[in-house]
């Protein structure tokens, strides 16, 4: 139990002795709780006094924690939330002081640090304008999910400081993360994540990287998406519906058929068609400029010129809309023709690379014709074929002998 020395102002000290700073100090309140805060010490100026008299003046800062303790619990759940809520609040005692130590500024708060970081991350979206803007802002609306759904983070929901962002903090998204994704989904939306953050501490909003040591483990070599076979691609081209969009309905059949991503796919223009030659040219969006393999190569045959058709050079192929707006035209489509897979566009890269492997295509050519700058990346596919091969065997009756 916290034995309360009441200052004047109902403040008294509960951690923090002579020379720690900060202190973890507690108000009381009116209501019949305490409001838990830290008190940071900033050092001292020499002033005047009205009658000349020089004298320290103290520099003090707080840190409201919005932590609540009983002031006189009745109940083991009082008692409970008391030492639980304690705990918490002295872990951010120590964090906050360990931070200070590693300052290089010492004991000065940096006004940048008091910013509000959901605001900074929006403010680096706004600015920001590669290819994977799209995943950054998933980042940012996964972080604040967490912050949101996690009781013990709720109370950042709206606002959080860079200081108030700790490495169990980011571990606990971590956990989040990898909660609710499958796959390589979690480890995207986190390399997002410390993209950020990376930047954040190298402009000194924050003191030290929070992300350093905090990695996602997940099986790169292992696929995780759903594919569709040769027979559901085929069920899937059958399936019209009213309203459908004849620009989604071809990429996406073009990519089954070719292995493009979403974001290339949405780019091609008729001057990338070499009709002479019945090939497809273009340069990977992801890859473009820090890699050999960025360029790519396809063959185009009779189906897949009549899905391009022809244009103005520098006409788009297939004029998309947005990608969610591809995505929820595709899941409409899906369902229409029956097939119960979770299917995203992505999954027509995958389901071409499988497919083409189950034919019987060297693994060489497949990744080849993917873009891949080496075999680790299509040995993934391989695996995926094995495992089908085994699921059909195992589907045959049971050999009674």
Known sequence: MVKKNYRS??????????????????????????????????????????????????????????LYLWQAPRTPLERKQNKNTLELAKKIRFERGQELLESAEGYRLKKDRDINFLDYFQNYIDAYSKKDKRMVIMALSKFKDFLRDTPEYARYKDKIKPIQITKDMISDFVEYLQSRHKGEGALSVYARFKKVVKYAVEHDVFLKNPTTGVTIKADQEKLTKDILSIEEIQQLIKTHYIGENEDIRRAFIFCLYCGLRWCDVKDLTFANVDYSNRLLRFEQAKTKGHSGASGVIIPLNDGLLGLIGKGERDALIFTLPSHTMCLKSLRRWVARAGIDKHITWHCARHSFAVNILNNGANIKTVASLLGHSGLRHTEKYTRAVDALKEAAINSMPELEI
């Open 9 to 66: 102002n109902n403040t008294y000290l509960i951690e923090g002795s002579t020379g720690d700073n900060p202190k973890l100090m507690g108000q009381s309140l009116s209501d019949g709780r305490d409001s838990l805060y830290l008190e940071f010490y900033l050092g001292y100026n020499i002033v005047e006094s009205k009658n000349g008299n020089p004298y320290k003046k103290i520099n003090r800062a707080t840190e409201r924690l919005n």
